[in-house]
């Protein structure tokens, strides 16, 4: 790594400084290939995220740096609400950073071979921030992967997108938040981000609702949602717009429904979870006054674990559905796979996953396979 390192340029003294003193940790590898037993639902995600306390928190914040977050918006287009959100659900508003010498994270997880290559390049990026003294070696402290500061990016997503707004000569994602709030817009804008399109909505659906339609692959206008017998949670007309909206519903039938926009893909690309997307905007909502959800998701009383989820993913397989890998997450590609079940054996096609489901999945698969 230290020949690696030289040879990109990067200098004697950082090299010397990380990995000459560079600590192996195990608790970092152990927390790599920690898997959640079981699949998270999205009432348990969403209620973990989104209470009146940090609502209140983040309406307060708002306030607080309004002169700084109107600025931001007026360059970059990306409203202070949002910007309150993504740091809400990142650290809790700087309540937590997370506390591992991000060097030695990034080393540990170099010298791993599940993912060498890409933490390697992490490492190599965070001895390049070092090098360019935006920060000092014992401060540069951060989540156990290497996600750094206010926002939590990782040091390739520091390198390019993190600016230095406070005009200090140093990109400080720690200790500056004008530097921090600046960055995260200056990167959710190089992501796609439109200016005046808010991120989706909560909607209402009709009680005959085609629920194969939902899913991020199928965009279409409000014309065309509104013809579906799509109205807004007050049952009035949806507002027309030129842009595209896709429908989701993350806990089936019973839950809450949303059409959602452009941006919502651009937040999805900061992190690839549905769940994150949505209680990023609704926490975005809920700050810049906005109600509740109309209909508040349905707790999931079954607890399905990850190995019933890549049994589900074989068995869908075996009836001709592709889900994708079988990977044991519940990602879009097996939601889909279940809707297309569902379809087929006349049930309402929410993609949406219980027991019941699972075992009538599993029957007809042993069947398929006699």
Request: proline share 3%; net charge neutral; charged share 25%.
């Amino acid at each position: 790594m230290k020949i690696q390192a030289k040879s990109e340029g990067i200098s004697d003294k950082t090299v010397k400084q990380v990995l000459d003193k560079a600590k192996h940790i195990p608790r970092v590898i152990e927390l790599d290939r920690r898997q959640p037993e079981f699949t998270q639902t999205f009432s348990g995600y969403f209620n973990a995220r989104i209470n009146d306390e940090r609502i209140q928190r983040g309406r307060e914040l708002l306030i607080q740096y309004r002169t700084l977050l109107e600025k931001i918006q007026l360059e970059t287009g990306i409203p202070a609400q949002y910007l309150v959100s993504f740091w809400g659900l990142e650290t809790n508003y700087g309540g937590y950073f997370g506390d591992w010498l991000v060097t030695d994270s990034l080393a540990t997880l170099a010298c791993d071979p599940r993912r060498s290559t890409f933490f390697t390049q992490e490492l190599l990026n965070a001895m390049r921030i070092l090098d360019a003294g935006d920060i000092s070696h014992e401060r540069m402290i951060g989540s156990w992967a290497g996600a750094m500061g206010h926002m939590q990016f990782m040091p390739s997503t520091f390198l390019s997108y993190a600016k230095d707004v406070d005009g200090d000569g140093r990109r400080d994602l720690w200790g500056s938040l004008s530097d921090a709030m600046g960055s995260a817009a200056n990167f959710l804008r190089q992501l796609g981000w439109v200016p005046g399109l808010d991120w989706g909505q909560e909607v209402r659906l009709p009680p005959s609702f085609d629920y194969s339609l939902a899913g991020r692959d199928r965009m279409l206008s409000v014309a065309e949602w509104t013809r579906l017998g799509v109205s807004s949670v007050a049952g009035t007309p949806l507002t027309s717009t030129e842009h595209k909206f896709a429908l989701l519903v993350p806990s089936g039938h019973h839950g809450p429904a949303f059409l959602v926009s452009r941006n919502f893909n651009v937040i999805m690309r900061w992190n690839r979870s549905e769940f994150y997307a949505l209680s990023v905007g609704h926490l975005a909502d809920r700050i810049a006054g906005a109600a509740a959800l109309h209909r508040t998701p349905m707790i999931d009383k079954d607890k399905i674990s990850r190995e019933q989820v890549r049994q589900l993913q074989l068995d869908l397989l075996t009836l001709g559905i592709d889900a994708g890998e079988a990977d044991g997450v519940l990602g879009s590609a097996t939601r889909k796979a279940i809707s297309r079940f569902q379809q087929k054996t006349q049930r309402i096609a929410d993609g949406h996953l219980d027991t019941a489901l699972l075992t009538a999945i599993r029957q007809a698969a042993s069947m398929a396979s006699h």
